[in-house]
């Protein structure tokens, strides 16, 4: 008997640890499938702080392929659970079957930080002084925004201070209390 897989958004500001929480929640359910945003070449607002400014609407976001790859797995018979490494909860209007969204809430210096060492890692001084520069003078903006709309419109905000292990147990106990009862 088929039964459609259950959605889980994992969301948090970039650096926050979505990729990392969504890996490990992968790991831990059975039947489950991870879709990662970043590997993924949406077409969004090319100047992201223009975009926020104008109230960050998602919807400017084409997700078409993200979308398709979701609905490939809907209608795949070994899949229990679709995991979205993804920024936005249910506020794109092409998402709102999403079943459980997660907001990964992490303080936005640890983020940045991890941002640094993740994407800057071979960079010069010079290189990680302009973006340092830049979050400060514009891109935090960014990260406020989705402090201030996509956190509110998670379902679950889990303080990614605790240990990974204790935030992956907090999800599951979510999951079967949710959306499995």
């Known amino acids: 008997m088929y039964t459609?897989?259950?959605?889980?958004?994992?969301?948090?500001?970039?650096?926050?640890?979505?990729?990392?929480?969504?890996?490990r929640l992968n790991q831990e359910l059975n039947n489950s499938r991870a879709i990662y945003f970043d590997d993924y070449d949406v077409e969004g607002p090319e100047d992201i702080i223009d975009w926020v400014e104008r109230g960050a609407?998602?919807?400017e976001w084409s997700l078409e392929p993200i979308i398709t790859d979701v609905n490939n797995l809907i209608n795949s018979s070994d899949v229990s659970y679709i995991l979205l490494d993804y920024p936005f909860s249910?506020?794109?209007h092409d998402l709102k079957t999403i079943d459980l969204t997660v907001f990964i809430d992490t303080p936005l210096d640890i983020a940045m930080g991890r941002r640094l060492l993740r994407d800057f890692r071979i960079a010069n001084t010079?290189?990680?002084m302009d973006e340092?520069?830049?979050y400060l003078s514009r891109g935090r903006i960014g990260y406020e925004s989705m402090l201030k709309t996509t956190r509110p419109n998670s379902d679950v905000v889990v303080d990614r201070a605790l240990h990974i292990?204790?935030?992956?147990?907090?999800?599951?106990?979510?999951?079967?209390?949710r959306i499995e009862s």
């Not at 459609?4 to 994992?10: E, Q």
């Open 57 to 59: 609407d998602c919807n």
């Open 4 to 23: 459609k897989p259950k959605i889980i958004a994992i969301a948090a500001v970039s650096g926050g640890g979505k990729t990392t929480i969504t890996s």
């Open 165 to 177: 292990d204790e935030i992956i147990k907090i999800i599951i106990y979510e999951i079967d209390n």
């Open 126 to 128: 010079e290189v990680i």
């Open 90 to 92: 249910r506020l794109h």
């Open 132 to 134: 340092l520069s830049n």
